[in-house]
């Protein structure tokens, strides 16, 4: 499972954090950073 995003408040990243560090979520992005959508499309490729 993974998170994409476009607006990302913090409390919303600590716990985006918290399920990727617990094997909850296997990846997350944010839209609205290039480097993450680049990297989000490398990641989908590669499942």
């Keep these: 499972m993974c998170f994409i995003g ?3 408040e913090n409390s919303m990243a ?3 954090f918290t399920q990727i560090s617990m ?3 296997s990846y997350a ?3 609205t950073v290039e ?3 680049s990297e ?3 990641w989908l490729v590669a499942l």
């Design 6 to 8: 476009a607006a990302i």
């Design 14 to 16: 600590e716990e985006i």
């Design 23 to 25: 094997g909850v979520l």
């Design 29 to 31: 992005a944010n839209f």
């Design 35 to 37: 480097e993450q959508v």
């Design 40 to 42: 989000l499309v490398s």
